[in-house]
């Protein structure tokens, strides 16, 4: 059967397992579209309990760091390889696509040469969460959907729920954050300096579609970025230099919604070491990174 776009997903261990079941079960909703589905899975000796859940639907790639360490990017590369489609699509497990036309939309928007990179993204904030996935595990995905309503400055919440998210300038960046999270902000200075760990982007910077080969082309993404911080922002960068690349966050049809958590594995000197990164990799400009990455890739 020809497979018209791979979905590849990358997870540590069994961090946010609970949530990448709905996030499949949100693929599996989509209609009149091919896929394959293939979550890369990093240093879990006896592999995720998707095998037995999905059984054949999901290819799992699992594979161990010799470093120990969590490295998104090299496990989206990983899965990358395995790809069958013509398009590949990245996600994260915690992004859910609540349009079952989603990917058939985006396999008729995209044109030759052409990058779609992220998509709008609603939030439903940590603490609504395990009411979600309770609903989800006990009724399905269609009904916990149903469940929620979508709100002003991109909240996703339960109609009784008194949430507010307030959208924060920072950085020439839009951030959305809960009014209490802001409150705090503004009256304890110690949070200061801590604005990409508290706030989340009103765009999933890593929902990224295009062609397989030409996203190969490039390198991929690079492994130089421990954890999860800017390898999306430097894959975006590479294919600006030989792509066209459209943001598609003005467009509700290609919205998203993020499930959060806690980011226990992220932290501001994490963040700067890898802006770091990325802004000597510009100074050398994309053609040396590009060269760089392939020869890793």
């Keep these: 059967m020809q497979i018209d776009i791979s979905i590849v997903i990358p997870i540590f261990g069994t961090v946010h397992t609970e949530r990448l079941f709905a996030v499949i079960d949100s693929l599996l909703?989509?209609?009149?579209?091919?896929?394959?589905i293939i979550v890369s899975e990093q240093s879990i000796k006896d592999g995720l309990p998707l095998k037995k859940r999905f059984?054949?639907?999901?290819?799992?790639?699992?594979?161990?760091d010799k470093e120990g360490e969590y490295n998104a990017g090299v496990a989206r590369n990983i899965g990358m390889k395995h790809a069958n489609g013509e398009y590949v699509y990245f996600n994260d497990a915690d992004i859910i696509f609540f349009d079952p036309t989603y990917l058939h939309r985006l396999l008729q928007a995209i044109k030759p040469n052409e990058i779609l990179i992220r998509p709008r993204m609603?939030?439903?904030v940590m603490g609504e969460v395990p009411?979600?996935?309770?609903?989800?595990?006990?009724?399905?995905?269609?009904?916990?959907?149903?469940?929620v309503v979508y709100k002003e400055n991109y909240l996703v919440s339960f109609p009784d729920s008194t949430v507010q998210l307030e959208l924060v300038e920072f950085h020439e960046k839009v951030f959305s954050a809960t009014a209490?999270?802001?409150?705090?902000?503004?009256?304890?200075?110690?949070?200061?300096?801590?604005?990409?760990?508290?706030?989340?982007?009103?765009?999933?910077?890593?929902?990224?579609?295009?062609?397989?080969?030409?996203?190969e082309s490039i390198g991929g993404y690079s492994s130089r970025y421990p954890v999860c911080v800017y390898e999306d922002s430097?894959?975006?960068?590479?294919?600006?230099?030989?792509f066209d690349i459209q943001e598609i966050h003005e467009d509700d049809l290609y919205a998203v919604m993020h499930l959060d958590h806690e980011l226990p594995y992220r932290s501001m000197l994490q963040e700067d070491?890898?802006?770091?990164?990325?802004?000597?990799?510009?100074?050398g400009g994309a053609d040396l990174a590009i060269k760089q990455d392939l020869l890793v890739c």
């Excluded at 059984?55 to 161990?64: D, F, M, T």
């Excluded at 409150?183 to 062609?211: A, D, M, S």
């Excluded at 430097?234 to 030989?242: E, I, M, N, V, Y």
């Excluded at 070491?273 to 100074?283: H, L, P, V, W, Y």
Aim: proline content about 1%; overall charge positive.
């Design 122 to 124: 609603w939030r439903m």
């Design 55 to 64: 059984s054949s639907i999901v290819h799992i790639v699992s594979h161990v």
């Design 29 to 36: 909703l989509q209609t009149n579209v091919s896929l394959e």
């Design 180 to 215: 209490q999270q802001l409150q705090e902000y503004k009256i304890n200075p110690t949070l200061h300096g801590q604005e990409n760990l508290l706030w989340q982007r009103i765009v999933h910077c890593g929902g990224i579609f295009g062609n397989k080969e030409a996203i």
């Design 131 to 147: 009411r979600f996935l309770h609903i989800y595990e006990s009724k399905g995905l269609k009904v916990a959907l149903s469940s």
């Design 273 to 283: 070491t890898n802006k770091k990164i990325f802004e000597q990799r510009k100074i």
């Design 234 to 242: 430097d894959l975006q960068w590479k294919l600006r230099s030989r």
